[in-house]
């Protein structure tokens, strides 16, 4: 999905309201670029699990009315001091997405170009997550559109390269309180926290 028109990540970060979020920590950063209202939930979980690990954290705040969804080769370090130095900073990462294609709705998907870190990823997600989730690790298996191996994906900017880790919306969605987990005034449900505590376990591990 692109809704913003053709429009670059200066200008997206010259919008009213919208706001970079980041912290330098370990060299293994955990980022959520299309955070806040554009894919929900993932800045939850990539803010919590870069906590527990120690990790770098990076995301980007935008008005809930208006959510704007760049392509993620459009975030580029040049356009962003902040940015920039989370990306120097760091040698590995993973980015938090959200997808919400009409087919396998309950799959999570692991792409970008360090398929080892995918494979580590993957075993830690497949030993938390429900068996309502299925964790895709190959990338045949992850429509092309979704698998994260373009080179200007930040993903694959820091030297080690990284994983974009894919969560569907049944991963995201509270279902006892029928919204996004996210919510104001909700706690973070059990799916958000087996999926943190394997994304922290592998962060740690870095």
Not at 22 to 29: A, H, I, N, Q
Not at 54 to 72: C, D, K, M, V, W
Not at 124 to 149: F, N
Request: charged share 25%; aromatic share 8%; proline share 7%.
């Amino acid at each position: 999905m692109d809704n913003s028109g053709g429009m670059s990540f200066t200008e997206l970060l010259e919008q009213p309201g919208v706001e970079e979020e980041f912290e330098l920590r370990s060299t293994f950063g955990i980022l959520a670029f299309h955070g806040g209202p554009v894919e929900r939930v993932t800045s939850m979980i990539a803010r919590m699990a870069a906590e527990q690990a120690g990790a770098t954290f990076y995301t980007i705040n935008q008005p809930a009315e208006r959510p704007l969804h760049l392509p993620s080769t459009r975030f580029r370090p040049e356009e962003s001091d902040n940015f920039a130095a989370v990306i120097n900073h760091c040698d590995t990462v993973c980015t938090v997405h959200g997808y919400g294609r009409d087919m396998d709705k309950q799959w999570i998907l692991l792409g970008g170009q360090n398929r080892e870190l995918a494979a580590t990823l993957g075993k830690a997600l497949r030993d938390e997550v429900r068996p309502r989730y299925r964790v895709v690790d190959d990338l045949g298996e992850i429509p092309k559109e979704l698998r994260g191996v373009h080179a200007r994906n930040p993903v694959n900017l820091p030297p080690n390269t990284g994983v974009q880790m894919e969560l569907p919306p049944g991963v995201r969605w509270n279902w006892k309180a029928r919204s996004w987990a996210d919510a104001p005034g909700l706690e973070p449900t059990l799916d958000v926290l087996d999926v943190v505590t394997a994304l922290t376990s592998v962060a740690c591990d870095y």
